[in-house]
């Protein structure tokens, strides 16, 4: 893949979790969780969205978000790289994490936590996108099940602030 082809990154945040658990690392999802993250998965395989890699955080609200994602998308699990350092990262980091991305990744799913993921995107934005995808974004926030779909035309190793224009942005049992 050559340095001027559009790559899409999706960023979101985990569904809706328990409140508690013996650590944070260990916080389920709650079932309105399970279920807004399949409607999410249901939701981008609608778009026509199907990732080459997911970059999920090792959390286990992450990791199940990842896989109620998948199924109701119909992806394949197995896309997924549970990344210890994605847990805790804040901004700086999850750029890092993303630009080691393969060259060869079209499409990228990360699945993280807020506030980063929230950050990120608003960081990724060049404002130039979808009037009512912004609108949403700004509006409604980063809820849980949020999901912002972004074009890329820079290779992943260059992605940085207003390196993405803003495709759609959707909160998954919305």
């Given at each position: 893949m050559g340095s001027g082809?559009?790559?899409?990154?999706?960023?979101?945040?985990h569904?809706?979790?328990?409140?508690?658990?013996?650590?944070?690392?260990?916080?389920a999802l709650a079932s309105r969780g399970m279920a807004d993250a399949e409607?999410?998965?249901?939701w981008l395989a609608e778009q026509g969205?199907?990732?080459d890699?997911?970059?999920?955080?090792?959390?286990l609200r992450t990791r199940q978000t990842?896989?109620?994602?998948?199924?109701?998308?119909?992806?394949?699990e197995s896309a997924a790289d549970f990344s210890e350092a994605l847990y805790d990262a804040g901004s700086d980091s999850t750029f890092d994490l993303i630009r080691e991305t393969d060259a060869g990744?079209?499409?990228?799913?990360?699945?993280?936590?807020?506030?980063?993921?929230?950050?990120?995107?608003?960081?990724?934005?060049?404002?130039?996108?979808d009037d009512?995808?912004?609108?949403?974004?700004?509006?409604?926030?980063?809820?849980?099940s949020a999901l912002a779909v972004f074009t890329v035309d820079s290779p992943w190793s260059d992605l940085g602030p207003g390196s993405g224009r803003l495709e759609a942005f959707h909160v998954g049992g919305a």
């Open positions: 082809s559009v790559r899409r990154l999706v960023i979101m945040r569904a809706k979790a328990e409140a508690t658990a013996p650590s944070d690392h260990e916080r409607a999410a998965g249901r969205i199907t990732p890699v997911a970059l999920v955080s090792d959390a990842w896989a109620q994602v998948a199924g109701g998308a119909g992806w394949d990744v079209t499409t990228l799913v990360v699945i993280g936590h807020n506030p980063t993921m929230a950050y990120v995107a608003e960081l990724v934005d060049d404002g130039e996108g009512d995808a912004i609108t949403g974004m700004v509006t409604r926030g980063f809820p849980t």
